[in-house]
């Protein structure tokens, strides 16, 4: 255990943010709603199912 610990410590980790760093739970849940807005196609409606 010890030598992992020393092993992590010795680690210069360095993080690049990439393509989606700007990417938050806030701005899906946004495009979402928007998108719920559109007119467009339906793709298949439900089936009618009396009990």
Known sequence: MWAAKQGLA??????????????????????IAEGTKATGAVAKKPEMRVP
């Open 10 to 31: 010795a680690l210069d980790i360095k993080w690049t943010e990439g393509a989606n760093a700007s990417f938050s739970s806030a701005s899906l849940q946004k495009d």
